[in-house]
């Protein structure tokens, strides 16, 4: 059965004038695949990667085009234009925009602005639609993250602490301002690390590993740096966060850590210029 807003393996039936039918299923039937979106050299019998959903006269179509997001997932897409009556339309990577109605906005949206939103399947019409409400959306039940896990961020906006981003389509959490080499911006999509989830259900975020892992693999990044840098680099504790984000992709909290490590295992000395090599660690 071919699923609204999600992508389908959908067998070809037959050739037609405007394209291709596709088995979308007993529930839904033949749906038209367009020929201007048909692969070439495909042929009745053979299965195709395809994007369902319903056009603007509402009838089931399928696309080989890909949206930014599917349903039951969030994006940050560009407000194209709006209309009073119905609302405001979204660029969200198909040829037919995604409209964010007016009962799903938040005030202040204008051509050529961003918002982050829910791309959902408005149960009323079966259309897709947006929801700028994000909160709405968001999984209840209990998050199930593990200390260290590896996550999906997508940034959502800057708060007194951080920036909120919300996790693998389903949680959202907090990322701390004093942990950032640099401020983030509303729709960024990076890779994160759950820090902790507390006893309320709440969040805590970073963009490096955590704990004794993350310190263990970071003093091998520095002494591996060290040792094709002769021994000698040019940071220290009074380097700034974006200068070691930049040369060792980590916080400039977890250098701090990982080079106190190296320094009381004696493999370097720290200098108000320079760490350096201690020379019996050298190859």
């Known amino acids: 059965m071919a699923l609204i807003g999600q992508r389908n393996r959908l067998t070809i039936t037959r050739e037609a004038t405007p394209g291709f039918y596709l088995d979308g299923g007993k529930e839904h039937g033949e ?8 692969p070439r050299a495909a ?95 968001l999984n209840l039940v209990p998050p199930p993250y593990a200390e260290g896990q590896m996550v999906n961020l997508l940034v959502t906006g800057p708060t007194p602490l951080g920036f909120n981003a919300i996790i693998d389509n389903a949680h959202t959490g907090l990322l701390y301002g004093s942990e950032l080499a640099s401020p983030l911006r509303m729709g960024q999509r990076m890779t994160g690390y759950v820090r902790s989830v507390r006893t309320d259900g709440k969040i805590d975020l970073g963009l490096d590993p955590a704990g004794y892992r993350r310190v263990a693999d970071y003093t091998g990044d520095i ?61």
């Open 43 to 137: 042929r009745p019998g053979e299965i195709l990667d395809v994007f369902v959903y319903r056009d603007s006269e509402d009838r089931l179509v399928a696309t080989t085009q890909w949206p930014l997001a599917m349903v039951g997932e969030f994006a940050s897409l560009r407000v194209l234009s709006a209309t009073p009556r119905l609302g405001i339309f979204l660029d969200w990577g198909l040829d037919k925009d995604l409209l964010l109605p007016i009962r799903e906005q938040k005030d202040g949206l204008m051509p050529g602005y961003w918002v982050v939103v829910a791309v959902l399947l408005d149960t009323k019409t079966d259309r897709i639609i947006a929801s700028a409400r994000i909160s709405r959306h």
């Open 223 to 283: 002494i591996k740096a060290l040792e094709n840098a002769d021994g000698r680099l040019p940071f220290h504790d009074g380097s700034s966060p974006t200068e070691i984000r930049e040369a060792f992709g980590m916080s400039k909290k977890a250098f701090k850590q990982a080079i106190g490590v190296l320094f009381k295992s004696r493999r370097i000395m720290i200098s108000p210029r320079e760490i350096r090599l201690i020379s019996s660690t050298k190859k």
């Open 31 to 38: 749906i038209l695949l367009p020929g201007k979106y048909i």
